[in-house]
């Protein structure tokens, strides 16, 4: 069995503390890091050496390359101050980039996807009151801090954030399904010199969009770009931003957050749309339902005359976000697992832009990439001209 103890004498005294008295530290499966994993990030379980009322721990080290890895741990030691249920953490070494975390096991929301419904449903409803809890009062508590003492976050979803998101989903998705930008153009009803044009430049940094591009004077355009109008008028509140089945665990009868370094303002719809609308998870329409009615009856009547509108609204950014995120993973970092969720993600999309009114250029664009779309969804060559529903 592969150890890691030598590494973790490495990382300060707090962690060669732990690999002293409990003696080797051990992966979870020989000779590889656990499953969980991303984002210049690696994982191991390790024995904690007392730190925790659990044997093991989890430790955790990134690689500096994001921002928003730095932030876990005050934003840690926040949230289980004000009672949002994260784990614990139990040594630092800022320095050195290194945690050390409480092991709440590996049982996460996904895990349960072929579990009988009453017990899944009792572990979104436990993540959806937490989540009402955070989006309730979280900022509030946030801001009553001094200055000095409050955590950072990221930048809140604002304009430029919501244009970027969408422009991944341009650039990753629909170029990539379309197979170019002339096929893209006749897919989006616009002019394909600037799809060419928006395919040649290169990849814009998070929360930026493509503001060198003036886009174009389309429906497809000026539907996108009243989107971001409703999501901008949508309360404010402190959000996860990837409130996903693997990023909630289900340890002892409760819901626990992990993967919150991207915290930051923004719609709290946005959650429940990234929850309910998960394409790993699979819900079926009559669960999506019912934990979207046990969510919108905690708000007051304002919000809950609002709530279907804007979860709608949300559901459709999110999913867009998601979709490029897939084709970003899947062909840019060759990681093609990421490419099988394509498909479930654009027939969510087709669902929920064909229940508004306020999304026929999206919901047509949507449903052409699904007929087009390989059920298997492989990485296809962008030079090949697209078939099936975009012609030749």
């Known amino acids: 069995m592969k150890t890691c103890s030598e590494s973790l004498r490495k990382l300060g005294p707090q962690f060669e503390d732990v690999a002293t008295r409990e003696g080797p530290a051990w992966w979870e499966s020989p000779g590889d890091p656990l499953p969980k994993g991303g984002s210049g990030r690696v994982f191991c379980r390790v024995k904690s050496g007392g730190l925790g009322s659990e044997p093991t721990a989890i430790c955790c080290r ?19 101050e004000v009672g949002f249920p994260v784990p614990r953490v139990l040594a630092r070494e800022d320095a050195r980039r290194a945690l050390l975390l409480q092991d709440l096991g590996s049982r996460d929301l996904l895990s349960l996807a072929a579990s009988p419904w009453p017990e899944r449903r009792a572990a979104y409803f436990s993540a959806l009151d937490a989540l009402f809890f955070l989006h309730s009062g979280g900022l509030a508590r946030l801001q009553s801090l001094p200055p000095g003492e409050r955590p950072r976050l990221m930048p809140g979803f604002d304009e430029a954030l919501y244009h970027w998101e969408q422009d991944y989903f341009r650039r990753h998705c629909l170029l990539r399904l379309a197979r170019g930008p002339v096929h893209a153009a006749r897919l989006c009803e616009e002019p394909a010199a600037w799809w060419e044009e ?27 770009a009243a989107l971001i109008a409703r999501l901008l008028g949508h309360p ?3 959000v996860h931003r990837d409130c996903q089945s693997e990023n909630i665990l289900w340890h002892d009868g409760r819901a626990w957050f992990i993967d919150f370094q991207g915290m930051r303002e923004g719609s709290p719809w946005y959650d429940v749309a990234s929850l309910l609308q998960d394409p790993y998870a699979g819900l079926d329409g009559a669960q999506r339902r019912e934990l979207f009615d046990y969510y919108a009856a905690k708000l007051d009547a304002e919000g809950r005359a609002c709530a279907q509108r804007r979860y709608l609204d949300a559901s459709a950014q999110r999913l867009m976000q998601a979709l490029g995120a897939y084709g970003f993973l899947g062909v840019e970092k060759k990681r093609t697992a990421f490419l099988r969720h ?20 999206l919901n047509r664009a949507a449903t052409a990439l699904l007929c087009i779309s390989d059920p298997v969804s492989e990485a296809t060559d962008p030079s090949k001209p697209g078939e099936g529903c975009l012609g030749a």
């Open 198 to 224: 928006f395919a040649a430049l290169p990849p814009m940094p998070a929360g930026e969009g493509v503001s060198r591009l003036r886009r174009p004077e389309s429906a497809f355009s000026q539907e996108l």
């Open 342 to 361: 394509s498909r479930p993600a654009l027939q969510s999309l087709c669902r929920v832009t064909s229940e508004s009114p306020l999304f026929p250029n």
């Open 236 to 238: 404010r509140a402190l």
């Open 62 to 80: 990134h690689d500096g390359s994001r921002e928003e890895n730095a932030l876990y741990a005050p934003l840690a030691v926040f949230l289980r």
